[in-house]
């Protein structure tokens, strides 16, 4: 699924005032200062223990995240399996999914192109399409199904994303929106809110699905049939459209969908990313640099696609995870997927992508939630992530072998104008940071390390090694060690999270 690496042509540069803390500090902490601060460590090998310089840019955002920016999806093959043992009426799911709330929920994947909705609507529209899927059989989503996972996203304050069934095609080729109709009537009769759409799933994939082809033109004819039929329900007229939902995005596929027509009916241009397959199982793969700078070069293939045809179209990765064809077996569901996963959403909010949904919340060995509903170590991240991070992203220098990532803090939860600076040590030494602009300041420490001694492959998280579990179906408060200025050293193997409140930068103010 790894696509043609571009050049990456698209920033947003808001230019707005620099920041207090920058303005004031800048005479004192230089960027030339190090050597004469003696800072190199007394350590025999110099590549490792001479600090990595951070310098942040104030002056520019790269990006926004916002409150929805990380989202999580359910597969469509759970509703084939009738939601395996997830049990929506649970208390402890329940707290788990609204701890991530605000957020998007995408219920879509390979198998939403062959589901049938079988709902009895109670008036006559009837449904005259069937499914063109010459290598597989169809399966149907029963009323019922649909009543829960619709009661459950009402229940916990999910923003729902729904996948219609692209595979349900007319004798000439084209979308038969009669299912996707009785569907929306169905919903608009019991008042199901529905925030956007999709039109099938990874359509540059069909023929090794499903055996069947869908030309990009024809999927952005067919977008423009789902947007009239949205119009026909007050409900979901105001509802978006997300497409094409590529995996990766082949120029021939993911450009001609938008220049073929789609741009003018997405809210977003959409695609999915994953690394490595599954099957791989290569546990060094989730520490290695090389691997992690593989998403970048997809990114920028996908805005200069997108800029190509559209100067404004928002990107969302609306589906993606660590490894494809449900994650790595005993990695992707443990303490080690963290690397990827947080060095994805600094790549994707520095490069400007809008929203990330996480496959998945559950089923497969990529969710946040396991199957027997308890978190996995990537759920403690991703609602960290939600409570510490938000607003403008900065561009902040680090070194090949680290990633150091800077954004406003979340105002939800630290005073207006904090930064946030997350670094990842994927290796296993330790690396100290010399953050320059920031050394002088006291800072709020979420550092991220294994919850027990299987390390790598723990299945669980230790925040300020303190193991995080649920406690009687809670969550337990996930407090920050308050830490003196200074340098900041980083432990092998993990992920820190600092917040400066005095750092009162301008654009985080607002
Ligand atoms: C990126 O866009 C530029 C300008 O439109 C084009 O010249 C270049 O070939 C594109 N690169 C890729 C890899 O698509
Ligand atoms: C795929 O479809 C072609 C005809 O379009 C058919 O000849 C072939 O046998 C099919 N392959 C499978 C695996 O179903
Ligand atoms: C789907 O529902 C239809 C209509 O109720 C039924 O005829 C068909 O057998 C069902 N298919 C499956 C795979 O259950
Ligand atoms: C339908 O849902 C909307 C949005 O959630 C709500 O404002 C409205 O009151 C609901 N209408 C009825 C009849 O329940
Ligand atoms: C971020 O800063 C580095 C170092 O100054 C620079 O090379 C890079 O182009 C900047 N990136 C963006 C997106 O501005
Ligand atoms: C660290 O990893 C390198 C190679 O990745 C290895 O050569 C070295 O022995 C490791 N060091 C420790 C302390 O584990």
């Known amino acids: 699924m790894q696509v043609s690496v571009a050049p990456f042509l698209f920033a947003i540069l808001c230019l707005f005032g620099i920041s207090r803390a920058s303005q004031h500090n800048a005479p004192h902490f230089s960027v030339n200062n190090e050597k004469g601060r003696g800072r190199t460590l007394p350590k025999k090998d110099n590549s490792l223990v001479t600090p990595v310089v951070v310098n942040i840019n104030f002056q520019q955002s790269l990006g926004t995240i916002t409150s929805h920016f990380v989202g999580v999806t359910i597969d469509t093959g759970a509703v084939e399996h009738n939601w ?30 062959a589901m049938t909705y079988v709902l009895d609507t109670g008036r006559d529209h009837s449904d005259h399409s069937t499914i063109m899927a010459p290598a597989k059989p169809g399966f149907n989503m029963t009323a019922e199904q649909w009543v829960t996972i619709n009661e459950f996203v009402q229940t916990v304050g999910w923003d729902f994303i729904f996948d219609f069934n692209a595979l349900k095609r007319n004798a000439d080729g084209s979308w038969n929106p009669d299912n996707a109709r009785q569907l929306l009537q169905f919903s608009a009769d019991r008042n199901y809110t529905i925030a956007g759409f999709e039109m099938g799933n990874e359509y540059n994939l069909f023929k090794r699905m499903y055996n069947t082809t869908l030309s990009p033109s024809q999927l952005a004819k067919d977008v423009a049939s789902l947007q009239s039929l949205l119009s026909e329900f007050p409900k979901y007229y105001g509802s978006f459209i997300i497409g094409p939902e590529t995996a990766g995005s082949p120029a021939d596929y993911f450009e001609t969908f938008l220049a073929a027509g789609g741009s003018k009916v997405v809210r977003a241009a959409s695609f999915h990313h994953y690394y490595f397959a599954g099957a791989d199982r290569i546990l060094s ?31 969302w990765l609306s589906e993606t995870s660590s490894a494809y064809n449900g994650g790595a077996l005993g990695q992707s569901d443990r303490f080690v997927a963290g690397f990827l996963w947080l060095d994805k959403l600094g790549v994707a909010s520095s490069k400007g992508i809008q929203t990330v949904i996480r496959q998945d919340f559950y089923g497969g060995n990529y969710a ?20 510490i991070v938000r607003g403008a992203v900065f561009n902040a220098t680090g070194r090949h072998d680290v990633r150091v990532y800077a954004a406003c803090a979340n105002t939800d939860n ?10 990842l040590n994927p290796n296993n030494y330790s690396v100290t940071f010399d953050m320059t602009q920031l050394d002088h300041m006291p800072r709020q420490r979420y550092t991220l390390t294994a919850g027990d001694s299987d390390g790598l492959v723990s299945k669980f998280v230790s925040l300020n090694g303190k193991k995080l579990e649920l406690v009687n179906d809670e ?11 200074g340098l900041e050293t980083v432990a092998p193997y993990s992920y820190t999270f600092l917040v400066f409140e005095e750092a009162r930068v301008s654009i985080c103010l607002h």
Do not use: C
Request: charged share 20%.
């Open 84 to 113: 395996a043992t997830l049990d929506f009426s649970s208390k402890k799911v329940q707290t788990l999914a609204r701890a991530l709330v605000p957020t998007f929920f995408r219920l879509g994947g390979t198998s939403a192109d």
């Open 285 to 315: 793969h989730f520490t290695n640099v090389k691997i992690m700078d593989s998403f970048k070069h997809q990114v920028d293939s996908v805005f200069n696609q997108t800029r190509s045809v559209d100067p404004l179209l928002p990107v």
């Open 414 to 423: 630290f005073k207006a104008g904090s930064l946030v600076l997350y670094m």
């Open 368 to 387: 946040l939630v396991d199957i027997d509903l308890n978190p996995n170590p990537d759920f403690w991240l991703t609602v960290l992530y939600k409570r």
């Open 475 to 485: 969550l337990p408060d996930l407090k920050p060690e308050m830490a003196p200025s």
